[in-house]
């Protein structure tokens, strides 16, 4: 396959080039204009210079390599997307002396913002925490429809289904990044007895939805969860300082040493005590 494969779309094409046309197109709701993929070897060459822009929308994919934005010198790494709007510069160099792979597609249209922030496509570049092949299996659909007398249609739809997966993808990073706090907020609080509600109220849920979110992500109730963590913390001090059993049940959030060695033996199958001298004997 050659360095560079796509199409131009019928009514976009400039007279005897592979170029697209630099038009805006206000007569449709969003309208696929060109795609394709580059590959690029080092050789110093500047990938895009477009210092004033296009008139359409550009969003380009950076499947392979590192390239470097600039004047901002902002630095997109493998897995990472850009979108550019009508006359955006649009400056990107090589990095290093690694070749690059992007994929791009130009669009345009009268309803474009109202659907980029539908599907919140609202950042200028968004990394993704995994692989994220949608966007190289939409440029290859595209390619294969180019025979379709719809081709135009097909692209078009092809696009609004790229921009699902980019936004579900956002969705899912910002909900794990929030889950990831949520943990660390668990374990800096979990002997204060907080109700379980405090938790949903933190990640923003209900707190029935939060217990189902929870146990379906941990395998244990939040409750459960919580009685882990405090007696984690409870070995911990069992095996390390030489507190005595009712000064550690009220430092792991117990009212009462009773109901601390209740728990601890549900768990363990030994008393506080017998964790204690059977482990600091091993």
């Known amino acids: 396959m050659p360095s560079w494969y796509g199409g131009i779309l019928p009514g976009f094409r400039v007279p005897k080039t592979t170029s697209v046309a630099d038009i805006a197109v206000d007569d449709k709701p969003i309208c696929v204009m060109a795609f394709g993929r580059n590959l690029n070897e080092y050789n110093g060459c500047t990938l895009v ?8 929308y550009l969003i380009s994919f950076l ?35 690694n070749p690059v792979t992007t994929y791009w597609i130009h669009f345009s249209g009268n309803k474009v913002e109202e ?22 299996d939409v440029i290859d659909r595209m390619y294969v429809a180019k025979n379709n007398p719809f ?26 990044s929030n889950f990831r706090k949520l943990m660390q907020y668990m374990k800096e609080t979990c002997t204060q007895n907080l109700p379980i509600k405090a938790y949903a109220d ?4 209900s707190e029935v939805y939060f217990v189902r979110f929870f146990k379906k992500a941990q395998k244990m109730t ?29 430092k792991v959030g117990y009212k009462t040493a009773r109901y601390f060695s209740k728990a601890f033996y549900e768990r363990y199958g030994l008393t506080p005590s017998e964790y204690r001298s059977k482990n600091s004997a091993n």
């Open 115 to 136: 659907i980029l922030d539908k599907y919140g496509l609202d950042s200028r570049i968004i990394e993704f925490e995994e692989d994220f092949p949608f966007f190289v």
């Open 222 to 250: 939040p409750h459960n969860y919580l009685i882990r963590l405090r007696l984690d913390r409870a070995c911990n001090l069992l095996l390390h300082t030489k507190l005595p059993i009712n000064l550690i049940a009220d």
């Open 49 to 56: 210079d477009r210092p004033n822009g296009r008139k359409d």
């Open 151 to 176: 081709w135009q249609d097909i692209c078009d739809a092809l696009l609004l289904e790229l921009f699902m997966y980019i936004g579900g993808a956002k969705k899912q990073a910002l909900l794990n």
């Open 202 to 205: 933190f990640i923003g849920f």
């Open 63 to 97: 499947a392979k390599g590192t390239i470097c934005e600039t004047p901002k010198r902002i630095i997109m790494k493998e897995n990472s997307l850009a979108i550019y709007k009508p006359n955006e510069p649009q400056l990107r160099t090589l990095f290093d002396q």
